[in-house]
């Protein structure tokens, strides 16, 4: 269903013949196994990649450390809910990692820690807008490159919500444009995403 | 809700990014139609996709050696043997509308939920629609669970799910939306220390709400205090005797049947 080629996460090659491509959901398989070996080996391989996820949606080092914790238990546990037909290992940790991580900016910041957390307070005071300012914190070639794409309120929408972490009625807000509005240019953006990735629906 | 609709919340979804509201009726519309799954996959992975344009950061030194101490005294969830069980199992996370401001609290919250989700997942539940013929006579001598229960077998809308003590023995839920009552009767529950009793809770959301005790002899009768809501989850655990005081449940539950 999906097709994403011979890309290259992170250095890690996903070898092109498919053979045991997705290491993170076979570690996962055995640690629904209880398999604490498995465990370990998928800490080492991913801890730092979903940190650096949590914490740029959240900023604060010790919450992030918290929802660090909050997500390799979970996976501990629930691993057993992960389906291999369904998708890749690491992308099932990461999404689980972004949701822990949007569940804690909702229920413990408040706005002003929010303000400073994406620059908005900046905003009033310098050319840039927030979104500009997020978008200068995202790493990773490919992801800027596809990004750069898309129509800039699309890329704006959809910056702020994933890696500012904002829910689209704030995203609304801090755009001063009707919800609707933000909702079809998420949902646009995303479409023109999977297409420039080649994912085929 | 047409597809249209659906791919603006779908969106929303993968990023995040909806509230509470929509995130309830992106579950609800994605139960309803199934076939819009693909959307949903395709746009997880657009934004497993963003998830890589993020640095990575080593975590502190010392939280690796605490995560493998916590799991080693941790159970697991067990998997779900039925697929179509665990599709009509709402999603423990996404029930999640407050976390507490401790994460230690939260773990625990959620380890509750979760083993609450995992044994509706995985009971083998056989659902019946009731058409029992209601029995009015010596309604005054009969107590009022047991009368609840008539009523509730005589309405048209009557529902009855069974579930499985794990050490043994049954317990049948018995309810009416249109009454809204829940009556809950036993066979054989397994017994329990002098001390403790069994209790009932209304799942709502994350949220217990705790619902009537009974004890643990041959057969039990028990009407549920409150008013039910369908779609509530009814959870029992085992608590001190009189009922958890502080109206939350401390242990997990060892039964949990939705009312979908």
């Not at chain 1, 080629?5 to 290491?23: F, K, L, R, W």
């Not at chain 2, 069974?162 to 939306?177: D, R």
């Not at chain 2, 009932?200 to 709400?209: E, Q, S, T, Y």
Request: glycine share 8%; net charge negative.
């Amino acid at each position: 269903m999906a097709c994403w080629g011979a890309m290259v996460i992170d250095g890690e090659e996903v070898p092109e013949d498919g053979q045991s491509a997705d290491h993170a959901g076979e570690l996962l398989l055995r640690i629904a196994d209880g398999d604490q070996v498995a465990f370990a080996e998928l800490y080492d391989m991913l801890s730092s990649r979903v940190f650096g996820l949590i914490k740029r949606v959240l900023v604060d080092p010790s919450q992030s450390e918290e929802v660090l914790q909050e997500v390799f238990l979970e996976i501990w546990q629930s691993a057993s809910g992960f389906a291999p037909k369904k998708g890749q290992g690491r992308s099932w940790i990461l999404t689980m990692a972004h949701r822990r991580a949007v569940d804690r900016v909702r229920a413990s910041q408040s706005s002003a820690d929010r303000d400073v957390r994406v620059g908005v307070r900046d905003a009033y005071t310098q050319q840039e807008g927030i979104a500009e300012q997020v978008e200068l914190k995202i790493e990773g070639r490919r992801v800027v490159r596809a990004l750069r794409t898309l129509p800039d309120a699309q890329r704006e929408a959809l910056t702020l919500a994933y890696f500012g972490g904002y829910s689209q009625s704030e995203v609304a807000a801090l755009l001063g444009a009707p919800l609707g509005t933000i909702k079809t240019r998420m949902r646009d953006g995303l479409n023109r995403l999977r297409q420039e990735m080649g994912v085929a629906l | 809700m047409n597809e249209n609709e659906f791919a603006e919340l779908s969106a929303g979804h993968a990023l995040d990014a909806l509230s509470v509201e929509d995130e309830q009726a992106y579950q609800q519309a994605l139960a309803a139609h199934p076939e819009w799954a693909e959307l949903v996959d395709a746009d997880a992975h657009v934004a497993g996709f963003l998830a890589e344009g993020t640095g990575e950061e080593a975590p502190p030194i010392d939280v690796r050696a605490r995560l493998l101490a916590q799991i080693n005294a941790m159970p697991q969830r067990m998997p779900a043997p039925v697929d179509s069980a665990a599709e009509t199992a709402p999603e423990p996370e996404l029930a999640l509308a407050g976390p507490p401001t401790e994460a230690v609290q939260s773990v625990q919250r959620r380890n509750w939920t979760r083993g609450l989700f995992a044994l509706v997942a995985s009971a083998a539940l056989l659902v019946g629609i009731g058409w029992g013929v209601g029995s009015l006579v010596e309604q005054a001598r009969t107590p009022i669970s047991v009368q609840a229960l008539e009523q509730i077998q005589a309405a048209p809308d009557a529902q009855t799910v069974t579930g499985q003590f794990a050490e043994g023995g049954e317990a049948v839920l018995h309810w009416s939306a249109e009454l809204g009552k829940v009556v809950l009767t036993t066979d054989e529950a397994p017994k329990l220390a002098d001390d403790r009793t069994y209790e009932l809770w209304f799942v709502r959301g994350d949220k217990p709400i705790p619902a009537g005790t009974f004890d643990d002899s041959g057969e039990v009768t028990a009407l549920l205090d409150g008013s039910f809501q369908p779609g509530d989850v009814v959870a029992v655990t085992v608590e001190q005797a009189g009922g958890s005081p502080d109206g939350q449940p401390t242990t997990t539950p060892i039964i949990a049947i939705p009312t979908a």
